[in-house]
């Protein structure tokens, strides 16, 4: 892919580290600062990101440029909390996508759900990290609070770690950074700054506490670095995420609740909405305790909400939903109308 670059006399680098309108590249020749100018700033999803290989400009020039990035393997997505439609990349040619949940405060299940349909879609192998081990002495406790996480993610890899408990979980999760790219992400005070040192065998990321109150801790990455791990791999550490809006992500809510859609397939329907049809396989789940409510409850926000953000972008979506809410609207009205019959 990058021949052509090449050809050009530019040489091939990573992006370690973007602020600014500046970006830290790492070539043959060792770390060059350059600005990305030249890289379609305009549009959120094609701006430079850390991960990315580019083309950058050879020694001599000042400034030095990043003329391109090349095609993107993977690329982990969220919505912007602007009201445009925006999506905002965090990190480009990931391999794993790390999604750290301390254990020090109440698991939201449905966050470490929000969290795996974006990594799933982003085409990364997730992994969730289930920090602070050390909190949560109880081995019955633990026990139970790793199978309510395995629950909620079908397929991913959950690994319990403390970073201060003699490195415990910290071989498996470094055997499983050593096989590429690997992004760390979650809410702040998740504790990655210290599992990012921990993985680093150093005191690279700030560390500060958290509130006994509520776990939550301040910020204490502001930008997205790509570290080398000394075991093989690389790392990059993201700051502490507090909205995690889907974009585009339909199919990676399926893997999220793939239980769900195989039991649709047992659906009389094959639009089922798994609301009130008759003939629902999985309302029939839900009623013999095969599949939590919660999860379903979960499946259908998630499922809303990623339908509201493409809608925005297509035309064609924003008129079947039109279609839907007055077929809805038609269906309660009627029903009110028998209601009020039958009164009379």
């Known amino acids: 892919m990058f021949s052509p670059y090449g050809a050009q006399g530019l040489l091939p680098g990573r992006v370690v580290r973007v602020d600014r309108g500046q970006c830290d590249v790492v070539t043959a020749d060792g770390t060059v600062r350059a600005d990305t100018a030249f890289v379609t700033p305009h549009d959120p999803l094609r701006v430079v990101c850390t991960g990315d290989w580019v083309a950058v400009d050879p020694a001599g020039g000042v400034p030095r440029y990043v003329r391109a990035y090349l095609p993107r393997r993977t690329a982990f997505v969220r919505s912007t909390s ?25 698991l939201d299940l449905a966050r ?32 139970h609070l790793v199978r309510d996480v395995e629950t909620s993610a079908p397929g991913v890899p959950v690994v319990t770690v403390s970073a201060l408990n003699g490195g415990e979980g910290l071989d498996v999760l470094a055997a499983i950074a050593s096989g590429g790219t690997s992004v760390l992400l979650g809410q702040s005070g ?21 509130r006994d109150a509520d776990g939550k801790g301040r910020h204490t990455t502001t930008t997205r670095n790509l570290l080398v791990l000394p075991g093989g791999g690389v790392l ?7 909205g995690v809006g889907l974009w585009d992500a339909g199919t990676g809510v399926g893997q999220v609740f793939a239980e769900i859609e195989e039991f649709s397939e047992g659906c009389r329907f094959h639009d089922c909405a ?27 926000k998630l499922l809303r909400e990623n339908q509201y953000i493409v809608a925005k972008t297509d035309a064609r979506l924003r008129a079947e939903m039109r279609r839907d809410w007055k077929r809805k609207g038609a269906i309660g009205r009627a029903a009110m109308e028998a209601k009020r019959g039958r009164l009379r």
């Open 82 to 106: 602007s009201k445009r439609s925006e999506g905002q990349i965090l990190a480009a040619n990931v391999d794993h996508a790390v999604v750290a949940v301390s254990l020090a405060v109440e």
């Open 112 to 143: 470490i759900e929000r969290f795996l349909a974006l990594a799933w879609e982003s085409g990364a192998q997730p992994v969730v990290v289930l920090t602070k081990a050390d909190l949560v002495p109880d081995a019955a406790t633990r026990a």
């Open 190 to 210: 998740a504790g990655k700054s210290t599992l990012a040192n921990a993985l680093l065998g150093e005191d690279v990321m700030d560390v500060r506490a958290t």
């Open 236 to 242: 990059i550490d993201t700051p502490g995420l507090r």
């Open 274 to 300: 798994h609301e009130s049809e008759p003939g629902c396989a999985v309302l029939e789940a839900v009623e013999t305790g095969e599949l939590p409510q919660r999860r379903l409850d979960s499946y259908r």
